[in-house]
């Protein structure tokens, strides 16, 4: 019973050990990738160069538009940067092809008069886009806090240098002081101006890394103010407070397109409920629609439609503050 009991606690022992072995390897791991993009990031390109933060206001022409939405791996890869995922086009992609495994699977108990193969590629495209939906929310989301933190983030640096604190330390105070994501985003800048960035650079990377307007007007301001000289807490103060105004237009205007916003909602979900329903009431109404060449011809047309509608209805009111 003895040695039962030491071989028990041997092996827990042992796999305690183990685990905290893992576990301290993959922080250190994790902190060296870290420090070697630091260290990537501050010396790429080594001469310094002028970068216009404020390039993306600038109007495009179609073709540039055409080519920019050609680049997918590119716009794939900035969402996942963007979205605070530690998530890498690998895996994005490998689930996206579970989950149209998963829908194709699913598509063979649907009551649906549709070939198999039709079914099964609907369902699998439908099911397969989720995960790329679910990291495009969180980019979303995360961005939408990211300009919710940012006027309380100006408003502390511009008090920190009133207290007399230098730029770089007033930038260490905020990456400390402010939650997550935007004082994640503060700690990257102030490593990279510790390591010896350029500031041109650091606030050109912070500038992508966070792709709000307000930040390029903020990095803006302070190149700006390093080139001519002004009272750079009394701009941060002035800054601010516009975002805020901007916040406050931001929120009326949301409030009152919001029934524009629900008529497009239920516009959108009423012909889809409407096909679930007769599907589940009455599940081959709708065959000799979609047997018939004419049927599927209208079939194919009121999708057009929805989807055209839809577009129209969300341009109408979606309103740039």
Request: proline fraction near 3%.
């Amino acid at each position: 019973m003895n040695l039962i009991i030491a071989i028990s606690f041997l092996v827990i022992l042992a796999a305690l050990l183990f685990s905290i072995g893992f576990g301290l390897r993959f922080y250190e791991k994790q902190r060296r990738r870290k420090l070697v993009s630091m260290l990537r990031t501050v010396t790429e390109n080594g001469e310094d160069h002028h970068v216009n933060l404020l390039i993306d206001d600038q109007p495009k022409d179609a073709v540039q538009d055409l080519i920019g939405e050609l680049n997918f791996t590119g716009h794939i890869q900035k969402v996942l940067s963007e979205s605070g995922l530690d998530w890498t086009m690998t895996r994005l992609f490998t689930t996206m092809g579970v989950t149209f495994t998963m829908g194709a699977i699913i598509s063979g108990w649907i009551p649906l008069g549709a070939p198999p193969a039709v079914r099964a590629l609907a369902l699998g495209l439908c099911t397969g886009f989720v995960p790329y939906f679910y990291v495009t929310k969180r980019r979303g989301k995360r961005i939408d806090l990211l300009e919710t933190q940012l006027p309380d983030a100006l408003d502390f640096l511009a008090r920190s240098m009133r207290a007399g604190h230098a730029f770089t330390i007033s930038l260490e105070m905020v990456g400390e002081e402010i939650h997550e994501p935007l004082g994640q985003e503060f700690r990257a800048l102030f490593n990279e101006q510790n390591l010896g960035a350029s500031l041109e650079r650091s606030f050109a990377n912070f500038a992508r890394k966070v792709p709000i307007t307000d930040v390029r007007f903020f990095c803006s301001a302070v190149l700006l103010q390093r080139q001519t000289g002004g009272n750079l807490s009394e701009i941060l103060n002035r800054l601010s407070q516009i975002i805020r105004e901007r916040f406050r237009l931001k929120g009326q205007v949301k409030a009152v397109s919001a029934h524009g916003r629900l008529t497009a909602t239920i516009l959108v979900l009423l012909p889809i409920a409407t096909l679930g329903g007769l599907m589940l009431t009455s599940p081959g109404y709708l065959d000799p629609m979609l047997q018939s060449t004419l049927g599927r011809k209208i079939v194919m047309a009121g999708v057009v439609a929805q989807i055209l509608g839809n577009f129209f209805i969300r341009k109408i009111i979606r309103i740039k503050v």
